[in-house]
């Protein structure tokens, strides 16, 4: 199966940037649709972005629309998440998620990913 690693997380000022990754292990990754989720606490985890297998196709929920942006390099096994103008609302735990399955119109959906790793605390100050 996939293993991910999720890093890059802090603490940044409100407007600002910042850059996570997801360093998945596993034989197939480059056919995993890959995705950013987050959590805040008490709220449901929401779906943030995804990326197609070969990087060809992405998806943003509106919230971020324009600020973020999805990416990988499948020959380093890693999917990015760069994030620019930053709000206090953006403030969660992301989590990184591969799906096996091809790209649908159910990628916005948590419960289509079997593999998740373990999440970054993303905290924007005020």
């Known amino acids: 199966q996939v293993q991910l690693v999720e890093s890059g997380g802090g603490l940044v000022q409100a407007g600002g940037s910042l850059r996570l990754s997801c360093a998945a292990s596993?034989?197939?990754?480059?056919?995993?649709?890959m995705a950013w989720f987050r959590q805040a606490p008490g709220k449901e985890r929401a779906f943030v972005a995804a990326?197609?297998?070969?990087?060809?196709?992405?998806d943003y929920a509106d919230s971020v629309k324009g600020r973020f942006t999805i990416s990988r390099d499948n020959a380093k096994n890693t999917v990015y998440l760069r994030m620019n103008s930053l709000k206090a609302e953006d403030t969660a735990v992301y989590f990184c998620a591969a799906d096996p399955y091809a790209w649908t119109d159910n990628r916005r959906l948590t419960n289509e990913y079997p593999y998740w790793g373990q999440g970054t605390q993303v905290t924007v100050s005020s």
């Open positions: 596993g034989r197939t990754f480059s056919r995993h649709v």
């Open positions: 990326i197609s297998w070969s990087g060809s196709s992405t």
